[in-house]
């Protein structure tokens, strides 16, 4: 029985995606719509498709046919699905600071929402399912976010050094963290205009005219006012880009988040693996949305220092892993040069993506050639080898071996 399957992802067209990386990664035209997300994994959402012996097949019904046979039972026993999701990203435009909830607060806010009979696609919904959504991402290019609570140091020099937030200072020394992004949060809309504009008009300017570095929150706070729909209308998560660590990842650099850690992609493309969750709290740069009650429950109060990973190079000198302490998911890139041949048992289900090049595997007498944007799925207790004529680049999805 086939152990080894080609797979064909779904796009997802958001209005802050680009245009051109997804369909070029594809081998597609360039398209009209905003191609912001490339799913693969077997998400309710958007599964994906496993070309099979019988026909096409959506990912999970693929699965649920046989879910220990295809997970391993470990995995099939202890989450009960496919535990993550992979996705390729562009990021044109910023999107929406977020937080996600832990898998207990998860839990309850779903149910409490399905009680309240809030219809799952209701704009005010806040719980898509009962899954926290831990996630990991490594650069596919020079890669700008915005990642959890600067230094208390760090913070109070920028509220001592613009005058726009001197008033925020004395509500950080005495309430942190907490204190500062509740008052800031829950202002009226009148109140948020009256102290950021003063801030915005001459770095707007600035930013116009090209005199900004990316390394400054000017640069992205005039970007937001730029983007948005109403730039009369300033977005609170303006607060944010100021309030917390701005993080550059080189290409091949990675950055994990945690459930409740204030985060936003700025710009660029990335690789992102995730827990199968849809689940988001925002903070701003959105129309959607807000509910800042919620948000405030979720939200890790404390500094962050970023941490940016390079991953764990393996024996083999193929394989750079990306650990984190999430169960649900393992990332890793792998390169292949002509000379060497990638060989790997899996106890569990594996997805691979092809970004560069060509690759054969090989799984017992089946084989797939995939190209660049080609991507396959491997079932459990597989043991397989892959091949290139030349060089390429691969990202692997999996669950820790339990």
Known sequence: MSKVFKLKGKIQNYAWGGSQFIPNLLRQAPSNEKCAEYWLGAHENAPSVVATENGDQNLNTFLNSDLKTKLGAGIAE??????????????????????????????????????????????????????????????????????????????????????????????????????????????????????LQPLIVPIFSAFKAGKLSKSSPDYWAAKAVDTADKAAVLDKGIYSIYFFNIVKANKGEAVFQDAGIPHAYLEGQNME????????????????????????????????????????????????????????????????????????????????????????????????????????????DSSYKMSSSKNAILYKATAPQI
Not at 156 to 166: A, D, G, K
Not at 327 to 336: A, C, G, N, R, W
């Open 78 to 195: 202890k989450f009960g699905r496919l535990p993550f999701l992979f996705k390729v990203l562009d990021v044109n435009d910023m999107l929406s600071i977020q937080v996600h909830p832990t898998k207990v607060e998860a839990e309850k806010g779903f149910k409490k929402e399905n009680d309240l009979g809030i219809p799952l696609t209701a704009p005010n919904r806040n719980y898509k399912d009962d899954n926290h959504k831990p996630e990991i991402m490594v650069a596919l290019s020079e890669f700008w976010l915005l990642h959890g609570f600067l230094p208390k140091d760090k913070l109070t020099q920028v509220l001592e050094n613009t005058l726009e937030f001197r008033p925020l200072l004395p509500v950080f020394q005495s309430e942190g963290y907490f204190g500062l992004y509740k008052k800031v949060m829950e202002q009226t809309q009148e109140e948020t205009n009256t102290m």
């Open 273 to 380: 693996l995730m827990a199968n969750s849809d689940n988001v709290l925002r903070g701003g740069l959105t129309p959607k949305y807000v509910d800042v009650a919620e948000l405030l429950k979720h939200v890790v109060f404390e500094e962050t220092v970023p941490n940016i990973m390079h991953g764990e190079l393996q024996n083999d000198g193929m394989e750079r892993i990306y650990k984190s302490p999430a169960p649900d998911f393992e990332l890793s890139q792998i390169v292949l040069t002509s000379s060497k041949i990638y060989k790997s048992k899996s106890e569990t289900a594996q997805i691979l993506i092809v970004i560069e090049g060509q690759v054969k595997i090989e799984e017992g007498d089946m084989w797939l050639d995939l190209q660049k944007g080609d991507s396959a799925i491997l079932t459990a």
